[in-house]
């Protein structure tokens, strides 16, 4: 199982690890029943859930002898940014048409409402992982754009369900590395 973990929580909510992979495990509203989710928790002792009761970062639900955890309301609205203005973002990045090599106007931000419920798959409520798709996609339309060939670019429901990000992820990378490369010892005093 593969978790992400918002680091950045540690300083926020002053929460040790411990407390950070509970906390995750409730902004992800991850509580399947699931092996991996099970060992996980049980790393996580009562002392350190309780705390995060008694600091009212956590709140707990009971129903029918299964407890329900969830971030307070304050907490929530300080830390989660909702995946509608995620998707918005996303939305409003995303080229609204092309013209393509056949002269034909491409228009690129069809089914609003497939591609909204299929990032919301994708994304979730990760922060990260919507700024790491923001990053690919504005890195692909400058990439398209000063080559000539943002008329290949695919449309929104096409680059969500076959992963274009992942394409992009290793040239994003390359590129980044060839710059700090080229920068080494180019600094003046």
């Not at 495990?25 to 060992?39: A, C, G, S, Y």
């Not at 931000?109 to 990760?126: D, L, M, P, Q």
């Amino acid at each position: 199982m593969i978790l992400e973990l918002d680091t950045s929580l540690l300083e926020k909510l002053n929460i040790s690890i411990n407390q950070l992979v509970f906390v995750n495990l409730v902004l992800n509203e991850n509580q399947i029943n699931n092996q991996d989710i099970h060992f996980l928790l049980s790393r996580v002792s009562e002392l350190e859930i309780q705390d995060l009761i008694n600091r009212n970062i956590v709140i707990v639900e009971e129903k029918d002898n299964d407890k329900i955890y969830k971030l307070s309301d304050i907490v929530e609205s300080t830390l989660k940014v909702k995946s509608d203005d995620m998707f918005d973002e996303f939305y409003n990045t995303f080229p609204v048409y092309v013209i393509r090599p056949d002269g034909t106007k491409g228009f690129l931000r069809a089914n609003i409402n497939k591609c909204r419920h299929e990032y919301k798959k994708i994304v979730g409520k990760s922060l990260a992982m919507h700024n790491h798709i923001m990053e690919c996609l504005r890195w692909e339309i400058e990439n398209k754009t000063t080559t000539g060939k943002l008329s290949y670019i695919k449309t929104m429901w096409k680059w969500l369900t076959q992963h274009e990000w992942e394409c992009y992820e290793e040239q994003l990378l390359e590129e980044t590395k060839q710059q700090t490369e080229s920068l080494y010892g180019t600094n003046v005093i």
